[in-house]
T-cell receptor, first 114, second 117 residues
Framework: AQSVTQPDIHITVSEGASLELRCNYSYGATPYLFWYVQSPGQGLQLLLKYFSGDTLVQGIKGFEAEFKRSQSSFNLRKPSVHWSDAAEYFCAVGATAAGNKLTFGGGTRVLVKP | EAGVVQSPRYKIIEKKQPVAFWCNPISGHNTLYWYLQNLGQGPELLIRYENEEAVDDSQLPKDRFSAERLKGVDSTLKIQPAELGDSAVYLC???????????????FGPGTRLTVL
């Protein structure tokens, strides 16, 4: 069965500083990997996804993520955080062999200090 | 283009009462998902529809939960009777197709926050 671990429950970062959110997955074959963001009172919005090819993936809002097969990781990064990036971030893994099911991690809440 | 619409946004009920949530997906999206999101956790799939057919309901607690998508468009999720542990956010999502297209991007509604007293 597939699973996702996000080790950091909360992260506080200063506005303008860089941000990195960790994600580790468990799946026997090549996974499809996603990062979603959830702002208060809003639905989840897809930031980026990795299916194949270049392991460095660019997404919306200036985010990028890097797939590292050897570490079973898909960490999300942003070079300079804006106050509007305060939200909860979810990493997810999907697999067609698992009935196209998306399995989400527990999320990381990002707080941005002025 | 309108996104996924859910109603109500908030619902407070007493335990043992019934409750229903409604979802209208994005126009043209034939795949619809219901997720449960407990506080401080990621969403967990309850049921997935492709058109009118429930193709994955393995995680739906069928003793008290039911869902329907009669015309392959909007959907209703029902709990009867509700228990204290059902307090959570219920998310609806839709995608243009199942399979890899469904994994490609799911569009989520804002959710219904249920509180059972």
């Amino acid at each position: 069965a597939q699973s996702v671990t996000q080790p950091d429950i909360h992260i506080t970062v200063s506005e303008g500083a860089s941000l990195e959110l960790r994600c580790n997955y468990s799946y026997g074959a090549t996974p499809y990997l996603f990062w979603y963001v959830q702002s208060p009172g809003q639905g989840l919005q897809l930031l980026l996804k990795y299916f194949s090819g270049d392991t460095l993936v660019q997404g919306i809002k200036g985010f990028e993520a890097e797939f590292k097969r050897s570490q079973s990781s898909f960490n999300l990064r942003k070079p300079s955080v804006h106050w509007s990036d305060a939200a909860e971030y979810f990493c997810a893994v999907g697999a067609t062999a698992a009935g196209n099911k998306l399995t989400f991690g527990g999320g990381t809440r990002v707080l941005v200090k002025p | 283009e309108a996104g996924v619409v859910q109603s109500p946004r908030y619902k407070i009920i007493e335990k043992k009462q019934p409750v229903a949530f409604w979802c209208n997906p994005i126009s043209g999206h034939n795949t619809l998902y219901w997720y449960l999101q407990n506080l401080g956790q990621g969403p967990e799939l309850l049921i997935r529809y492709e058109n009118e057919e429930a193709v994955d309901d393995s995680q739906l607690p069928k003793d008290r939960f039911s869902a329907e998508r009669l015309k392959g468009v909007d959907s209703t999720l029902k709990i009867q009777p509700a228990e204290l542990g059902d307090s959570a956010v219920y998310l609806c999502a839709s995608s243009l197709g199942g399979g890899l297209a469904g994994l490609n991007e799911q569009f989520f509604g804002p959710g219904t926050r249920l509180t059972v007293l």
